[in-house]
């Protein structure tokens, strides 16, 4: 894969179009050929995407290459296998690739993106910018997508309220900023690549998976090919196939689901004159017929716009483009000149499975859990699911933590997947509230909200998405408000005054566990920081302030107090490979032991 011919690949050319399309992905025709062995067929269109228009993106394509189990290759026992190549699929498997762990990665199409829909997911937050700037693909996603800052929420012809992000102390800490808009395609197209270039995880397009038995000590896949099937084996298996996965049946796994009858019709825009950079949000959009309307700015000067429809809107009827340049027109004056790069229905529902994991399959991304778009808390959790599995997989793999630590994956991620699917749920009551005390409280929000500073927090047009905090971990030691929470990737300076991130000592560590110990180190606390380091893998870094002297071979200056504050400001802080802080102390004593053993399942 990584040594065939680069292209370019963007948008497909209009008179609008933006010269900065500088993506650079692998890009082959689609293998047609079949066998007579082959159950393969090509992916079929859902969500109603089938109704959708416009003149799309021009988006990659990935070969068909010829697995060696189709070439007669012994059998094998892969130590993963990741099924389904989106956004949780890839980031596992960048995040894998980079700690080392040979997979394999499954998708039944032969590009990024699903079959006929358009940018899908736009809104990346600080954590998941975060996590893409550790696996390296962050300066390219900075790059080509769009910052925004300042939100404006209105009802009707009144602006509600305003806010600016630069003002949240919570998001200043990190070197990356709270939000960037970009189409979700570019991103999964930057993961193919950084994958190809860190070459251990085998990636297999057009594969199917048809069957799925588990064998107590792994799991055995049937895989549908174009030229033949056959099966495949591994350790584990994560299922990232989304919405409509077969995993659910084949595990018996129970998933609580309420299909929500809310309507919408999603728009991807070029216009000749851009409005202003702002996400603009209408409660009651008085050119939509009172409902609801999202705009924001994405990469290559498109804009997505949303607007709520009636639950009995026709799908192929809202998602003409003759019915959208009317509506279009309404909003932005007949005389806007714009470009329709893409339109199409949507429709959501609430979904959540009962466990994270069935044995050695484990569910991440929508196949774990489904909520409304508002808040941005679909894609962005399902970045932090593959995050937060890959090191504890990595860490098992390597042999330096029970396979007991992998429990601690439903114990962290199905608590923020249950998290997301409640405040979801409460947006999407207020934006679309059953008559009576869901409207009379909606209506009384905006009035007092348009006077009184206090009402504006209950205006909920999608609380944004967040670092879940873990509060019952079975991997933490909970001595400190701030353990269970992602600690920032704060900036600081090497010991020769470069600049450097948190992101730096993580991956320097290689999947260990990261021990900052803050300040003067004693003698005696040296020694047996050395001792544990040894025994444990866990690696060491004094980080000392303006006034205070190095001492420790690794060592960074923290001048501005940023890494210290986002951990807590004890004597040593545990970060985990995920930034997630395990532990605090004052010591280096027995609880330190005991808070490393917790973090990686040992006792």
């Given at each position: ?80 296998v990741i099924v389904g190549g989106g956004m949780s699929g890839l980031t596992l498997a960048a995040g894998l690739a980079q700690l080392g762990v040979p997979a394999v990665m499954l998708d039944e199409d032969n590009t990024v993106g699903v079959k006929g829909a358009s940018s899908r997911g736009i809104c990346y937050t600080q954590k998941s910018l975060e996590v893409f700037d550790k696996l390296g693909i ?84 049937q895989i549908d090919t174009p030229e033949g099937n056959y099966q495949l084996n591994a350790a584990y298996v994560v299922d990232c196939t989304g919405t409509g996965t077969p995993f659910h049946k084949w595990c018996n796994m129970p998933v609580s689901s309420i299909k929500r009858d809310d309507r919408w019709c999603i728009a991807d825009v070029r216009f000749k004159v851009q409005p202003p950079t702002e ?131 439903h114990q962290e991620r199905h608590e923020a997947a249950s998290v997301n699917v409640q405040v979801t749920a409460r947006t999407t009551r207020y934006l679309r509230p059953n008559d009576g005390a869901e409207r009379l409280f909606r209506d009384a929000t905006i009035a007092l909200a348009k006077q009184h500073s206090f009402a504006r927090a209950l205006v909920n047009t999608g609380r944004m998405a967040e ?137």
């Amino acid at each position: 894969l990584s040594a065939l011919p680069i292209q370019v690949w963007a948008l497909r050319p209009s008179s609008h179009r933006s010269t900065t399309t500088d993506q650079r992905l692998v890009e082959a025709k689609p293998h047609n050929m079949r066998n007579n062995n082959s159950n393969y067929t090509n992916p079929a269109y859902s969500n109603g995407y089938e109704f959708s228009g416009g003149a799309g993106y021009e988006l990659p394509t990935y070969p068909f290459v010829t697995p060696p189990e189709l070439l007669g290759a012994p059998p094998t026992i892969y130590p993963v296998v990741i099924v389904g190549g989106g956004m949780s699929g890839l980031t596992l498997a960048a995040g894998l690739a980079q700690l080392g762990v040979p997979a394999v990665m499954l998708d039944e199409d032969n590009t990024v993106g699903v079959k006929g829909a358009s940018s899908r997911g736009i809104c990346y937050t600080q954590k998941s910018l975060e996590v893409f700037d550790k696996l390296g693909i962050f300066e390219r996603i900075k790059a080509k997508g769009v910052e925004w800052h300042i939100g404006r929420t209105f009802a009707g012809n009144d602006e509600v309220y305003s806010f600016n992000l630069r003002d949240r102390a919570d998001f200043k800490l990190s070197s990356q900023p709270p939000f960037i808009n970009i189409q979700q395609f570019y991103i999964e197209g930057y993961l193919v690549e950084r994958i190809a270039q860190l070459g251990v995880v085998d990636m297999r397009w057009q594969s199917r998976v048809s069957a799925c038995t588990s064998n107590g000590d792994s799991v055995s896949l049937q895989i549908d090919t174009p030229e033949g099937n056959y099966q495949l084996n591994a350790a584990y298996v994560v299922d990232c196939t989304g919405t409509g996965t077969p995993f659910h049946k084949w595990c018996n796994m129970p998933v609580s689901s309420i299909k929500r009858d809310d309507r919408w019709c999603i728009a991807d825009v070029r216009f000749k004159v851009q409005p202003p950079t702002e996400r603009h949000t209408w409660i009651e959009a008085p050119f939509n017929d009172n409902r609801a309307v999202w705009q924001h700015l994405m990469a290559d000067d498109v804009w997505r716009i949303d607007y709520q429809m009636r639950p009995d809107d026709d799908p192929a009827y809202v998602s003409r483009e003759d019915v959208l340049r009317e509506r279009l027109a309404k909003q932005f004056g007949a005389q806007a000149e714009c470009e329709i790069v893409w339109v199409g229905p949507y429709s959501y529902r609430s979904q959540l499975v009962e466990r994270m994991n069935a044995e050695r399959v484990f569910f991440m991304g929508d196949t774990a859990k489904v909520v409304s778009p508002f808040g941005a808390r679909g894609g962005n959790t399902g970045i932090s699911d593959a995050d937060n599995l890959a090191w504890k997989i990595a860490a098992v793999h390597h042999k330096r933590a029970p396979a007991a630590l992998l429990n601690s994956y439903h114990q962290e991620r199905h608590e923020a997947a249950s998290v997301n699917v409640q405040v979801t749920a409460r947006t999407t009551r207020y934006l679309r509230p059953n008559d009576g005390a869901e409207r009379l409280f909606r209506d009384a929000t905006i009035a007092l909200a348009k006077q009184h500073s206090f009402a504006r927090a209950l205006v909920n047009t999608g609380r944004m998405a967040e670092a879940n905090p873990y509060t019952r971990s079975g991997c933490c030691t909970y001595n400190h408000p701030l353990v269970g929470r992602s600690v920032q990737n704060v900036a600081f300076t090497w010991c020769n005054g470069q600049a450097a991130h948190l992101n730096d000592l993580l991956r320097w560590a290689s999947g260990n566990l990261l021990l900052l110990w803050f300040g003067d180190l004693p003698k005696t606390s040296a020694g047996k920081l050395e001792n544990t380091a040894r025994i444990s893998g866990v690696h060491v870094v004094q980080v000392v302030g303006k006034a205070q002297q190095t001492s420790a071979v690794e060592a960074v200056h923290d001048a501005t107090g940023g890494l210290a504050a986002a951990c807590g400001a004890q004597q040593w802080a545990l970060i985990r490979p995920d930034s997630y802080l395990a532990a605090t102390g004052q010591a280096a004593n027995a609880q330190l032991l005991t808070a490393i053993a917790t973090a990686l399942a040992l006792t």
